[in-house]
């Protein structure tokens, strides 16, 4: 987790799979409560990999209102799946992702 004045930014490195998945969401109830007005952000930029479960649960955050970047090609290709998912056709900001309710 890394806090600045605007953001707290939730890093996600590696694979998104079970038991991070679980980690993932419990660190998202507790830093978007805690946020204190700033923006919460799941950078996912140092992913590798994203389980069927880290899919679900992105997709559940999207519909919470979470916001997330990234940088990979197919990392990109998924949250744009999911946000199409998430609320119909979406076109993706430059690095931010997310969706509204």
């Not at 707290?8 to 490195?13: A, K, P, S, T, Y």
């Not at 919460?40 to 389980?51: E, R, W």
Request: glycine share 8%.
């Amino acid at each position: 987790m890394i806090d600045t004045r605007s953001e707290r930014r939730l890093v996600v490195e590696g694979t998104l799979t079970e038991p991070w998945v679980d980690e993932l969401r419990k660190t998202w109830q507790h830093a978007s409560q805690d946020a204190q007005g700033r923006k919460v952000i799941i950078d996912l930029d140092n992913a590798t990999v994203i389980s069927r479960e880290g899919q679900d649960l992105i997709l559940e955050l999207m519909q919470g209102g979470a916001r997330f970047t990234c940088g990979a090609v197919l990392t990109k290709y998924v949250l744009r799946k999911l946000a199409d998912r998430c609320r119909g056709t979406r076109s993706l900001d430059r690095k931010e992702v997310g969706c509204c309710k």
